[in-house]
């Protein structure tokens, strides 16, 4: 008792009163720091799993154009999705979209696709351009614009032109 009184009389000094709020301080600031570096990576992290998820994304529909396979690449389509193909332009729902470039594939079988160019727009959509090649030698420029929704990345807009 004799000691806790006299720690109470030590600790309501001034000189001590004036340390520890000075220590204080000091924590609030440890606190607030290792919370400002956990949230920058936490937004570090969250950047790298949408940029991974955009790769996963642009790598899948790359494939499935690759194997010429409508079905998977209707997977990654919007519910609707702004199409421009031979014969077909305009805005389709998911399923007849899917049924349009079916057909496409079954008429233009796939030689060889490859990726010219992808990137992102600065409102977080990504796009790629690429290059379809038939079994006809016809040669096609594809445009394909992907846009996040509801955190899934689908395609928005799928063109294919005749070069």
Do not use: W
């Amino acid at each position: 008792m004799l000691v806790s009184k006299s720690l109470k009389y030590i600790l309501s000094l001034p000189q001590y009163t004036k340390v520890m709020k000075t220590q204080s301080t000091s924590c609030k600031f440890f606190k607030s720091a290792k919370f400002a570096a956990a949230a920058l990576l936490f937004f570090v992290l969250i950047g790298k799993a949408t940029f991974a998820q955009d790769k996963q994304t642009t790598l899948k529909i790359t494939q499935s154009i690759q194997s010429g396979n409508a079905s998977t690449l209707a997977v990654h389509f919007n519910v609707s999705i702004d199409l421009t193909l031979p014969d077909y332009e305009g805005t389709y729902s998911k399923k007849q979209a899917e049924q349009i470039v079916k057909i496409f594939f079954k008429n233009h079988p796939v030689k060889s696709y490859t990726v010219e160019h992808s990137g992102n727009s600065n409102d977080g959509s990504c796009y790629m351009i690429g290059s379809h090649k038939t079994t006809t030698n016809k040669i096609f420029r594809v445009y394909i614009l992907i846009k996040n929704r509801n955190n899934t990345d689908l395609i928005q807009q799928l063109q294919f032109e005749e070069e």
